[in-house]
């Protein structure tokens, strides 16, 4: 039961209970009041008074009626007077209002046998007054006793009637007073049962009361836990929030500080303690320094359109004095905010560091490549000048033999000294950066005219041929120049630079030392390129690729040793290629062995065709022996086409020992233990160190063109021939002699001891198909002398 | 010291004076027919132990009124007579109680407080006229029942003896 349902009862109880004591109080005090108001029981002590009173007077009669009676007249006339009163008291009509229910009446009125007693009392008593007045003292006592002797039996029976009435009366009231009983019993009980029931709710209200304490307590005690678990965790917040590295704070939305931890109050210089629920203009002006604006007023500028604009971000304040703070700015849902100010300064001076090392280049100081490329980018945004000129890229001609003959420290002293030359050179024309090796660029200045970019090569030129003064001697090197410029806005910087790059290869070529503006030619020769590259890319599926076989001659007898094997492109099934223009290409497209393999395969299916005396020659690149698995490829291609091996001969050039290492040596040496035969192609020309021969043990040495051509007009030719076939025999080779062209060569070449010899005088290289059409005697037949 | 001594005879004659009546507790015979006899604890007498009265040595103490309902007369009947408690006083009376006997032989006893506190009288007189015997005469003690209503009860109805004889000083 709810405690106010129960209050509710009890005020019931007890009302109830005032109303039941009341309505006791009335009905006794009722009860009390009609029992002392009236006489109920005098009727039958009035009768019997009556009774007495008439035999006093009957006694008085009697005593006068004797003659020496001490009775007088006057006694007489008293009793009958007392009789009269009495009369008048049974007077049943007479209604006073205090002798209301009055019982002697009500008696009287009860009967009419009592009324008519009273009337035969009244006649009787009359008769005798009026024998008294009549007659005075001698009055017939006689008669007058009989009157009254006749009213005996009446007046003892009018008694009796009393008496009963009497008793029914108290009989009646006895009945009242058994139902006031009833009444008060019930009332008692009714109290009683109150009682209890007070006693109960009060017992029941004590165990509520009782209940809701214990709930209090318990609820108390929960509070408490609350409170002590709120009090920890507030002290780990604290804990947390001070171990930060980073300044916090939480602000509501009228600007009032309500959480920040103490790198905040550092941060701001005022104490936690007087922080606390400050305001953020307050802070603002309690942390103004002198002069300067304090820190977190500068930082809450930059932050305060963020707090307006309720946005969320993160931007890092660059202070006056070099530091730096990175904010964190995040509202919170109640129309605050919260932010985090991290000290960054020496993250920022780091990334400064990095930035700085990330776009320079460490040797000379100079802006690096990516940096050059960046600023070329901003160039490239700007609209493109008439005849302007936007970058100069520079290459020192014979640096890499500087270094390789006096060292990488040496080579890094001469950069060095290049750089500063160029900065001093270039001054406020421009920004002069070192895109790696040897290699420089010049961003010229916003505005520079193409005369003005030559003028300025040409400065740089002479300031650069220059002597340099390394490690006690004098060194001089030169300079090829390429300048670009931008044209439109289709030109990035990457092409800008290819331009550039483009333009200084052509310096390179056309002699070094000097300077060339990009052109449309040099353009056009790249689009020469790209679309020869791309032909050659669809030159192998389009099956445009042929190989050619050139046969090789005893230089005595004229007959056919062999056929060298040589590639053949028919540039979109037109023109052929030679073989220098596009070689070249493959190789720097990584095409060189794949098609090198196909050469190789095509060859050796070729020879199965032909007399078994014959062998074939097969050119390998020095890209396809760097790749390292060549001795492979070739033992695969031959155990697929079945060819003997010591009927192959593969040609390599000088270049390939040029950068001979060791696993370069064991291919070649695992080829010929193969069986396989080693050819040194273009002897004579490049480098052409003897070295070389004893390097590796090759079988045969092919002497260059180049020589053969003079070798009937200039003696130096022939002598270098006849050097070479002289050492060849000496180390156990043969030798073969290129580009045979007439007699007088052959001649020549016989006098000299040549071994072989190859060229148009016998020859021209021709298809598989077109040999095949001679028969295998017809070949050795044409081969035979005229 | 003249002064002083006159001061003080005068003093003594007024004690003197004003005890008079009971000094002279002399009371005198009825001359007319006696009609109310005091006996028991009284002072004054005039025929022995009793003092006897007649209807004129009554009204000669002075008559009071009531004017109340009874339950024996019909409406408002004014009573008048003597004050029972100068009437005690007068006989000297020095008990608890006074027993009223009635001719017709009623017997009341009445605590004798009662006479000051209510100014009971003993009537003479009903409506202006003497009472005879037939008229509950000739003497009636009478309450003024109507002033209280503790009086409008048995008991003081009881008290209220008609016919009244003699009073009996206990």
């Known amino acids: ?786 | 010291m003249h002064s002083l001594l006159i001061r003080l005879i005068t003093a003594l004659a007024v004690i003197l004076i004003s005890q008079l009546p009971l000094l002279a507790a002399e009371l005198r015979l009825p001359q007319g027919k006696p009609i109310l006899s005091i006996s028991g604890a009284i002072k004054v007498a005039n025929s022995g132990n009793e003092a006897i009265f007649d209807r004129d040595m009554l009204e000669a103490l002075g008559t009071a009124k009531i004017v109340t309902k009874t339950p024996w007369f019909d409406g408002v009947t004014e009573f008048s007579g003597v004050r029972l408690d100068k009437l005690m006083d007068l006989v000297g009376a020095h008990g608890q109680t006074v027993t009223a006997v009635a001719l017709n032989n009623y017997v009341t006893t009445i605590p004798i407080d009662d006479f000051s506190r209510y100014q009971a009288i003993l009537a003479l007189k009903r409506d202006g006229s003497y009472m005879s015997i037939r008229e509950k005469g000739p003497l009636f003690i009478i309450y003024p029942f109507d002033t209280d209503p503790a009086l409008r009860t048995q008991t003081y109805f009881g008290r209220a003896a008609w016919q009244v004889a003699k009073l009996v000083v206990e």
């Open chain 1, 1 to 786: 039961m709810p405690p106010k349902a129960l209050e509710r009862v009890l005020a019931a109880v007890v009302c109830f209970l005032m109303l039941a004591a009341g309505y006791t109080a009335v009905v006794i005090s009722q009860r009390q009041a009609a029992l002392q108001t009236i006489s109920r029981y005098n009727a039958a002590w009035t009768v019997s008074q009556a009774v007495a009173e008439f035999l006093d007077l009957e006694r008085i009669l009697a005593s006068y009626a004797l003659p020496q009676g001490a009775t007088t007249f006057d006694d007489v006339q008293l009793r009958l007077d007392i009789m009269f009163s009495r009369l008048d008291t049974f007077q049943p009509n007479e209604e006073t209002e205090l002798g209301k229910g009055r019982s002697l009446r009500q008696f009287i009125r009860s009967d009419v046998r009592n009324e008519k007693v009273v009337e035969r009392l009244r006649a009787s008593l009359e008769t005798i007054d009026g024998l008294l007045i009549t007659n005075g003292p001698s009055f017939d006592v006689g008669g007058a006793l009989q009157t009254l002797g006749s009213l005996n039996a009446d007046m003892t029976a009018l008694t009796s009637r009393a008496a009963a009435y009497g008793a029914e009366l108290s009989e009646a009231d006895q009945r009242e007073l058994a139902r006031l009983h009833l009444i008060l019993s019930g009332l008692m009980s009714g109290l009683i049962f109150c009682g209890i029931l007070l006693i109960t709710l009060i017992w029941w209200q004590n165990k509520l009361v009782h209940k809701a304490h214990v709930k209090l307590q318990t609820t108390a005690t929960k509070l408490e836990e609350a409170h002590r678990s709120l009090v920890s965790q507030n002290q780990r917040f604290d804990a947390a929030l001070n171990s930060m590295s980073q300044a916090l704070c939480t602000c509501n939305v009228d600007g009032q500080l309500i959480v920040f931890n103490d790198q905040f109050a550092k941060l701001v210089g005022i104490a936690p303690a007087t922080l606390a629920g400050m305001d953020l203009k307050k802070v603002i002006a309690a942390a103004a320094g002198q002069n300067t604006p304090s820190v977190i007023e500068i930082i809450l500028q930059q932050q305060s359109s963020l707090i307006q604009g309720r946005r969320k971000g993160r931007f890092t304040v660059d202070l006056p004095d070099g530091g730096a703070y990175a904010v964190s700015h995040e509202p919170i849902p109640d129309g605050g905010w919260l932010a985090t100010y991290e000290d960054v300064s020496e993250r920022r001076q780091s990334e400064a560091r990095i930035f700085h090392m990330a776009h320079h280049d460490a040797l000379t100081g100079l802006p690096n490549r990516v940096l050059m490329r960046k600023k070329l980018l901003d160039r490239c945004a700007e609209p493109a000048i008439e005849d302007g000129c936007d970058i100069l890229l520079l290459d020192l001609d014979g640096f890499k033999e500087v270094n390789d003959t006096l060292g990488h420290d040496i080579g890094d002293q001469m950069l060095r000294e290049v750089a500063a030359r160029l900065r001093s050179c270039v001054a406020h024309e421009g920004t002069v950066g070192r895109l790696g090796g040897d290699e420089f660029a010049i961003l010229t200045r916003r505005g520079c005219t193409s005369d003005d970019a030559s003028e300025l090569a040409e400065s740089i030129l002479a300031a650069i041929s220059e002597p340099f003064h390394l490690d006690g001697r004098n060194v001089v090197v030169t300079a090829s120049i390429g300048i670009a410029a931008h044209i439109g806005t289709s030109c990035t910087p990457d092409e800008v630079f290819k331009h550039a790059d483009l333009a200084m290869y052509q310096s390179k070529a056309d002699g070094k030392g000097r300077v060339t503006r990009f052109s449309q030619d040099i353009a056009e020769r790249l689009l020469a390129q790209k679309s020869l590259e791309a032909d050659l890319r669809e030159a192998m599926s389009l099956n445009h690729l042929e190989v050619h076989y050139q046969s090789l001659h005893d230089t005595q007898t004229r007959q056919v040793k062999g056929f060298e094997a040589l590639l053949r492109w028919k540039r979109r099934g037109l023109d052929f290629v030679p073989p220098p223009d596009f070689i070249p290409v493959a190789e720097k497209l990584g095409l060189i062995d794949e098609i090198g393999e196909w050469v190789l395969r095509h060859a050796c299916q070729e020879a199965l065709n032909w007399p078994s005396q014959l062998t074939v020659a097969v050119n390998i690149s020095p890209m396809q022996v760097h790749s390292g698995n060549i001795a492979n490829r070739v033992l695969s291609i031959l155990s697929e086409t079945g060819l003997a091996p010591h009927r192959l001969e593969l040609e390599i050039t000088e270049s390939v020992l040029l950068e001979a290492a060791e696993s370069t040596l064991l291919t070649l040496h695992q080829l010929r233990q193969l069986g396989v035969r080693i050819a040194l192609d273009d002897f004579g020309t490049g480098y052409s160190s003897l070295s070389y021969l004893t390097t590796f043990p090759f079988d045969k040495i092919k002497i260059d063109r180049s020589f053969v051509r003079n070798i009937s007009t200039r003696a130096n030719a022939s002598s270098v021939i006849e050097m070479i076939v002289q050492l060849s025999t000496e180390l156990g080779m043969i030798t073969t002699a290129e580009g045979v062209e007439n007699e007088e060569q052959l001649r020549c070449l016989q006098i000299m001891g040549c071994s072989q010899v190859q060229g148009y005088l016998f020859a021209r290289p021709q298809s598989a198909h077109a040999l095949l059409l001679q028969a295998p005697n017809a070949v050795v037949a044409r081969s035979q002398p005229v």
